[in-house]
């Protein structure tokens, strides 16, 4: 593994595309990422080293358990994810969960209820934490521990992964060493999924989007009403959209339990849900089956999960 990383790519596919289509001729694959961190963010109360301090507001309590944050986190799981599930369920929606292991290791019902329901439950990491400082051992164990934690409360491993934020530069590596993993989406770089091929092996790439997400209700980021959510949204599918007529495109929609959650916020999702149903041609897709059409759109063999490499886990 290179110590420097990946190199950048500021092309892409400079219009040129694949010529896959979505299945039944769709114009647009719309996938709905529901993340789950609740219980898994930084809390002296769980052991850890500090206080997640970002909620609403930034605010952050040192030395002592902040009850208050660990209490704004709860409401995800007690009243967030119950009116969520109900939005995708009442319009048959298929979505994948980013979930972070510890936060299912906690919530277990929510995975149990997700694949009930149809949905995939992917890797949001272990800790809600970035990656980026972790030394090799460190992510190693991890990711290690993120999988066992979802196959536990999923019934299987995820084959999906999603770091918070910041990666480190051997992440993407670390995945495929796994060998448990399609895809990863940790990338914000394009409108539709990409392969790299590392170790000889080819990656799934989907990029995310933290546009088209309801953090953007946090931190001044420009969403208050549910129709601000709902009209950015809708904005972003009615172009790619008109694109798709042409070429594929994909569209991310990030979500969180403790914020769409929200009674003054949920109406914007099921606005947007019902904007994007009322178009023919679009397919609402979990991220691990957008993946493999992908993979068998460019001809690539079927992927199959290899076993994980002997003292992987820290």
Same mark, same amino acid.
């Given at each position: ?16 595309? +694949? %010529?896959?289509?979505?299945? $039944? /001729?769709?114009? =647009? *694959?719309? @996938?709905?990422?529901?993340?789950? #961190?609740?219980? &898994? ?52 929606? +298929? %979505?994948?969960?980013?979930? $972070? /292991?510890?936060? =299912? *290791?906690? @919530?277990?019902?929510?995975?149990? #209820?997700?694949? &009930? ?198």
């Amino acid at each position: 593994m290179s110590t420097l990383g990946p190199e950048r790519d500021f092309a892409g596919y400079r219009g040129r595309e +694949p %010529a896959i289509r979505w299945p $039944n /001729g769709a114009r =647009l *694959a719309v @996938s709905v990422v529901v993340n789950v #961190e609740e219980g &898994a963010e930084l809390s002296i109360g769980a052991g850890d080293e500090r206080n997640e301090s970002i909620y609403e507001a930034v605010e952050a309590t040192e030395g002592a358990r902040d009850l208050c944050m660990e209490s704004h986190f709860e409401y995800g799981t007690r009243a967030g994810w119950p009116r969520i599930r109900k939005a995708l369920a009442d319009r048959a929606i +298929p %979505a994948t969960l980013n979930a $972070n /292991g510890r936060a =299912l *290791a906690l @919530s277990p019902w929510i995975a149990t #209820e997700a694949v &009930a329901d149809g949905h995939e439950v992917a890797a949001h990491g272990w800790r809600w934490e970035r990656h980026v400082h972790m030394d090799e051992a460190e992510e190693r164990g991890a990711i290690a521990r993120s999988v066992d934690a979802i196959a536990a409360a999923a019934g299987t491993p995820p084959v999906g992964w999603h770091t918070r934020s910041a990666t480190s530069v051997r992440t993407r590596d670390l995945l495929v060493a796994h060998g448990g993993f399609l895809y990863d989406s940790n990338a914000y770089n394009d409108d539709v999924p990409y392969v790299v091929t590392i170790a000889g092996h080819d990656h799934v790439v989907l990029p995310y989007a933290f546009d088209t997400n309801d953090m953007r209700y946090f931190n001044r980021g420009g969403f208050t009403f549910a129709e601000d959510f709902a009209r950015y949204c809708s904005a972003a599918f009615d172009r790619l959209y008109e694109e798709g007529a042409t070429r594929p495109r994909m569209l991310s929609i990030g979500l969180h339990l403790r914020i769409i959650g929200r009674p003054a916020r949920i109406a914007g999702l099921e606005m947007f849900l019902d904007h994007a149903l009322g178009h023919p041609g679009v397919w609402f897709a979990r991220r691990d089956t957008i993946a493999h059409h992908w993979r068998a759109g460019l001809g690539l063999p079927v992927w199959q999960a290899r076993s994980t490499p002997k003292g992987f886990a820290a």
